[in-house]
């Protein structure tokens, strides 16, 4: 099979049956690039990488700690702007090796929670991911992690959680819940404009 036969054939699998056809490929392996794994995953290392810094973002972090944590975000959804076939990090982050013994226990512990979310989400309206559609959710999730970027009190919250539905949506090519994400990421941006707008009308009247 060809690289970009096993990329394509990545695409289709499912949430577990993509990590875990991922585990068996590098059953031979002691240790794994992340980079390889990504690229093996192909269009859908987008999905996975997007919904694993969404995550992050999701979590109780100090204040202005999303200034840092959605770094990652703008790379990610900048990348599938511009139509890369695959999540490109930079060399020192995509060199590093994850034994793979643990990255298949993490895998079996997450299996459960996959299988759930397998049960609502699955493959609909395939003309959500032609190359030049997802070129254009690219677009709008960017805008959307531009929005988490912000320092705006509270309103990243908004952002993280329509970046982790849209990526779940990438994932299983769901356009359904692909839709969900998308106006999700829309009111997250109307909220942090509304916020910051707020911050700055009050800011001026104390001048």
Known sequence: MTSLQGRSAAARRSMSK????AVGRYRRLEAVRLGRILQD?????FGWSILL????????????SNVITALPLLLLTGQMALGFP???????ISRRRV???AFQRVILRFKPLFRRIERVIRPRLPQFFTAK???????LLFVVSAALFLPIPFSGLF?????????MALIERDGVVM?????MGVVAIVVTVTAATAIVIGANSFI
């Open 53 to 64: 810094f969404a995550m992050i973002n999701m979590l109780p972090l100090p204040l202005g």
């Open 133 to 139: 559609a997802e070129r254009l959710i690219g677009g």
């Open 86 to 92: 695959y999540v490109r990090l930079p060399a020192f």
């Open 179 to 183: 839709i969900v994400g998308l106006v």
């Open 99 to 101: 034994p793979r013994r």
């Open 41 to 45: 995953q192909g269009q859908g290392s």
């Open 18 to 21: 993509a990590l875990f056809w």
């Open 159 to 167: 952002s993280a959680a329509a970046l982790a539905v849209s990526a």
